[in-house]
């Protein structure tokens, strides 16, 4: 089972900065098949990413993913005020699908 | 516009057997070309991966889960469910259905509101 580590474990920021979460895996990530995730309090997980840089419909371009092999990365270049969120990180490349812990993106 | 909605037992006993049930709008099961999944989320904790099921009946269960779970599918109602015998106190958690965007694609690009599932004496 490939284990998926997120960090920082909690990321404080302020509107308009930019946001850098990684996501590191336990072993390589066949064909890049990563998935990152955006969760708001009392709400399902939204896709954010998949194929570890393609954005999922709706999602705006301030979101990008990249990496590859072990080591991903989710960028969000300005924050808006419903960017404050817990993010996670999921593979599909392997026998079966494991999620990161998470990062929470929190206001500074 | 895909929905999902699941249903259920939202206080299962220990020792007992949690049963949901997801139904689907907006898309028909019946056509293939997705894997439906269930995941869950305990209070405060993050997300696992449970299982998945085809339109055909095939399943793929998470290895730590297998021997406890049980998935299948209606399609003359749209719908699909999941078994998980002998409960404990660890499954509580808010369990979410979600669709997959191609059978081989195990992402989770639309998810359920989720169900809340208690497990308490």
């Known amino acids: 089972e490939i284990v998926l580590t997120q960090s920082p474990g909690t990321l404080s920021l302020s509107p308009g900065e930019r946001a850098t979460l990684s996501c590191r895996a336990s072993?390589?990530?066949?064909?890049?098949?990563l998935a990152w995730y955006q969760q708001k309090p009392g709400q399902a997980p939204r896709l954010l990413i998949y194929?570890?840089?393609s954005r999922a419909t709706g999602i705006p371009d301030r979101f990008s993913g990249s990496g590859s092999g072990t080591d991903f990365t989710l960028t969000i270049s300005r924050l808006e005020p419903e960017d404050f969120a817990v993010y996670y990180c999921q593979q599909y490349g392997g026998s079966s699908y494991t999620f990161g812990q998470g990062t929470k993106l929190e206001i500074k | 516009q895909l929905q999902l909605q699941e249903s259920g037992s939202g206080l299962v006993k220990p020792s007992q057997t949690l049963s949901l049930t997801c139904a689907v709008s907006g898309d028909s099961i019946s056509s293939g070309g997705h894997s439906w999944s269930w995941i869950r989320q305990p209070p405060g904790k993050g997300l696992e991966w449970i299982g998945y099921i085809y339109h055909t009946g095939t399943t793929y269960y998470s290895p730590s889960l297998r021997s406890r779970v049980t998935m299948s599918v209606d399609r003359s109602k749209n719908q699909f469910s999941l078994r998980l015998n002998s409960a404990t106190a660890a499954d509580t958690a808010v369990y979410y259905c979600?669709?997959?965007?191609?059978?081989?694609?195990?992402?989770?690009?639309?998810w359920g509101q989720g169900s809340l599932v208690t497990v308490s004496s």
């Open positions: 194929g570890a840089s």
């Open positions: 979600v669709r997959s965007p191609q059978t081989w694609l195990i992402y989770f690009e639309s």
């Open positions: 072993q390589s990530v066949s064909t890049n098949y």
